[in-house]
């Protein structure tokens, strides 16, 4: 196998650059030297937003455990892409990443200067970061995952889960919760109240407003609320949770 093409920053300060950001109505600038300095941050960069791995998973996963990681230390989690400021801010949005902090690299200067910027001109996007994760110390690197040299868009090492497992080894990482709802159902209200009892965050999706009664009975396979889903399985209702967890 031939020598990546990516070397690990760990103990080098990250490049010194100003991000042009848009808030609401204005323009305002942001620079690394805001981000870092002082602060924990952990940082997660990807080749483009509203691409299928990075709104899948990769960014989810991050708002998912955010919690998580604020309880270890970390003041702030960034999402870095070389993408202008209003792509970055609608995704941000569509997915209701209110935990992430989209940071738009619109000229590549950021990653570059991490040597992490690749030609994805094959598939029309031009220059591109190649998919990599950090820890921030202070403005210093201490850790970083950086995704193996090969074809494609591997996404191994870079995920939500292995940068908690390196921040806190004995965290335990619950999986990842979808609860299908209806407003005023006493049974969602109690399989909401179990799992906040047993500390697993979820993903409520509310019939009439997220999806509708069609999209329940094709997803599930019943007719009533609630539905739950532990990491992608299919548990049922309140009293299903209830059972799963004794």
């Known amino acids: 196998m031939s020598a990546s093409r990516f070397t690990s920053k760990e103990g080098q300060t990250v490049p010194k650059v100003s991000f042009p950001c848009r808030e609401g109505e204005a323009w305002v600038t942001k620079t690394t030297e805001e981000i870092f300095s002082g602060r924990n941050v952990v940082v997660f960069s990807l080749p483009g937003a509203f691409t299928p791995t990075c709104s899948s998973t990769h960014l989810p996963r991050y708002n998912a455990l955010a919690n998580k990681f604020a309880k270890h230390g970390i003041d702030e989690i960034v999402c870095v892409s070389v993408n202008d400021t209003f792509v970055m801010n609608a995704w941000a949005a569509d997915q ?99 799992l906040e009892e047993k500390e697993y965050d979820y993903e409520e999706i509310v019939l009439g407003k997220d999806a509708s009664l069609t999209s329940l009975t094709a997803i599930s396979g019943r007719e009533t609320v609630p539905q739950v889903f532990i990491g992608g399985k299919h548990i049922g209702g309140s009293d299903d949770l209830e059972a799963y967890f004794s």
């Open 96 to 194: 209701e990443a209110s935990n992430i902090t989209v940071i738009p690299d619109g000229n590549g200067e950021f990653t570059d200067g991490m040597g992490m910027l690749v030609d994805k001109a094959e598939l029309g996007f031009g220059k591109r970061s190649w998919r990599y994760s950090m820890l921030v110390k202070d403005g210093v690197v201490e850790k970083m995952f950086i995704e193996p040299d090969v074809e494609g868009d591997p996404f191994e090492v870079s995920d939500a889960d292995t940068m908690l497992a390196y921040i806190a080894p004995d965290e335990e990482a619950k999986a990842p919760v979808s609860l299908i709802t209806k407003p005023g159902c006493p049974f969602c209200a109690k399989a909401k109240k179990l």
